[in-house]
């Protein structure tokens, strides 16, 4: 039950713990603009799930790393996202982490070098002949670089960057930083293929420093780079002040940060607003000395409210309560600290930007729901909150400018979820007594592979028909453990319609394919099909196909498998 952030205080080195606990975690992965983002992979602890259509994700009762676990989230088209926490045992950590979308911010040629500049001066530095493949030999074609800045007086910056702000200096001394400002670069070559700094080789970052970022900044810096592995910032260099830029070398590349580190000590306690615990809330944690825009530490409450951080030793501090949108509804003042302490119970007021959300959630046996969350969707940003054993209350902090949210309650087990339930904004309870989730969902493909494990999905489900001889029918997942896409494709073909229809041979001769991609059985896309497809229903647009598939499938990597499946999907063209 805890805040996730912070680091174990017991080494004298920051790594993940060796210690072992059995603790639950709920998360959301969203985009820039607060959109859910389905069938991110996330992974902690040789742990693996994908989010669903609302983003989230939720492990029960898994084993991980009590101190400096760490959880990543990926997804095709984004550069990877990161949280690490300390895991209390029998509890629910709550996540939120927001994915940053990968921009090309220019081309460099790789024989010559040169530079890319983006973002009010940021910058990016190439030498000539300085890049290299994954097998360190040179490269010398076009280097399109992939690069964000994060910016500390960004709403969301502490869900934008990667792991918290814990960190190990060059004498491998645990700390935690304070941050001016952060990079995050990578490259890809003209066949897509992943580039790095050659070894010996250095590339110059500029980082701007805007607005009240710039007061007090040091004229040297130290940098820091994110380690993938360990989930915490490792200090490698510095860079120094130009003007109103930190201008550093790096020799590779990964998130870089420009941060100044403090001692730290433990910080615990539980937060209330009239006595209901704010579970699941964002905290930002800054020091009065410093800039309030750059902040010292992140994390969320657990679902009990309960926090455990670790923060900067002899500092006066400042939490910051955050609704969903990132923005600051409440503070509190406290410290300073010399040692470790427990702050206890402590009220803070939200009253102005909140209501408190309770009611009862049961399945279609009217039995409450073991595994499920409700979803908020304020008209501004989209969360959720965990369903605990068939009921949820959970105090819910308005982004500015909403003026009504609507609610829906979601079965995670029995795939089905009760319809949207709208209401004004106000500073009032919302009792929402029994909500039933048990509208089943219509759209879907579901099949086996080999006989096996049944796969189910149905997240942007879609067909269409483009002539009388082409037909389509595409969904991807939206379960933990379905496929991440199924693709059926017919032409070339008779009338398309209600009737049976063989795709047999290869892609150059055969009048369709049928793809699936399951992370399980790592299959591939299709190079050979022997596979039927009934149609029971073939309606007009906004009416239902219905049917089955049966057959072989081989894939390109050479591998056969045996589908058997069915789909209900309304027409789209």
């Not at 095709?76 to 509890?91: C, D, L, P, V």
């Not at 009240?212 to 040297?220: F, L, V």
Request: glycine share 10%; aromatic share 10%.
């Amino acid at each position: 039950m805890i805040m996730t952030i912070g680091v174990s205080c017991n080494d004298d080195t920051i790594q993940q713990s060796t210690n072992k606990v059995t603790t639950s975690i709920f998360g959301t992965v969203l985009n820039e603009s607060r959109e859910p983002v389905a069938d991110a992979m996330i992974v902690i602890d040789g742990h693996s799930v994908l989010s669903d259509d609302y983003g989230n994700f939720r492990f029960n009762n898994i084993s991980i790393a009590q101190d400096n676990a760490f959880l990543t989230a990926t997804k095709t088209g984004y550069f990877k996202g990161s949280r690490t926490f300390q895991a209390i045992e029998n509890s629910i950590n709550t996540i939120k982490i927001v994915l940053l979308e990968k921009s090309l911010v220019g081309t460099i040629d790789g024989a010559s070098g040169g530079e890319v500049s983006f973002d009010n001066g940021a910058k990016v530095e190439l030498p000539g002949n300085g890049v290299s493949k994954s097998d360190g030999t040179t490269y010398s074609g076009n280097v399109s670089v992939y690069a964000r800045r994060l910016d500390p007086r960004e709403d969301n910056f502490l869900q934008y960057m990667p792991g918290n702000l814990s960190a190990e200096d060059a004498s491998g001394a645990e700390a935690v930083l304070e941050t001016y400002g952060m990079l995050v670069v990578e490259l890809q070559g003209a066949s897509g293929e992943s580039l790095n700094i050659k070894e010996g080789s250095s590339s110059t970052l500029t980082i701007p420093l805007e607005g009240t970022i710039a007061n007090g900044a040091p004229t040297t810096i130290p940098l820091w780079y994110f380690n993938e592995d360990t989930g915490v910032w490792q200090e490698e260099g510095s860079a120094t002040l130009v003007g109103d830029k930190y201008v550093g070398e790096v020799g590779h590349f990964s998130f870089w940060n420009c941060d100044a580190p403090f001692p730290l000590i433990e910080l615990t306690g539980t937060v209330y607003e009239n006595q209901e615990t704010l579970g699941g809330v964002d905290v930002k944690i800054s020091r009065t000395n410093g800039d309030p825009n750059r902040p010292t530490g992140y994390g969320s409450t657990d679902v009990y409210g309960e926090f455990r951080a670790n923060v900067p030793a002899n500092e006066i501090l400042v939490l910051e309560f955050l609704n969903n949108c990132g923005e600051s509804v409440s503070s509190q003042t406290i410290g300073p600290f010399s040692a470790d302490i427990d702050l206890g119970d402590f009220d803070v007021n939200v009253s102005s930007s909140s209501a408190l959300v309770m009611g009862t959630a049961v399945n279609c046996d009217d039995q409450p729901i073991a595994n499920g969350y409700v979803v908020v969707n304020d008209g501004v940003s989209i969360t959720s909150y965990p369903i605990l054993n068939g009921n949820f209350s959970f105090l819910l902090l308005y982004c500015n400018g909403s003026t009504e949210f609507e609610i829906r309650v979601i079965d995670a087990i029995n795939e089905t979820e009760s319809g949207w339930l709208s209401y004004p904004v106000s500073n009032t309870t919302v009792n929402l007594g029994e909500v039933i989730a048990c509208n089943e969902v219509t759209e879907f493909v579901r099949y086996t592979i080999n006989g096996g494990q049944e796969y189910l999905a149905y997240t942007d489900v879609g067909a269409g028909t483009d002539g009388p001889t082409y037909m389509h029918l595409s969904a991807t997942n939206q379960s933990i453990q379905g496929p991440e896409y199924f693709n059926l494709n017919l032409f070339n073909g008779p009338n398309i319609g209600v009737g049976t229809f063989l795709i047999e041979g290869d892609l150059q001769e055969a009048n369709g394919w049928v793809d699936f991609y399951i992370s399980s059985v790592d299959s591939s896309y299709a190079s050979y099909s022997n596979v039927t497809i009934e149609f029971t229903e073939y309606g007009e647009i906004d009416e239902f196909i219905k049917g089955t598939v049966i057959g072989y499938i081989k894939t390109i990597v050479n591998d056969s498998f045996y589908i058997d499946g069915n789909f209900s999907v309304i027409r789209d063209i």
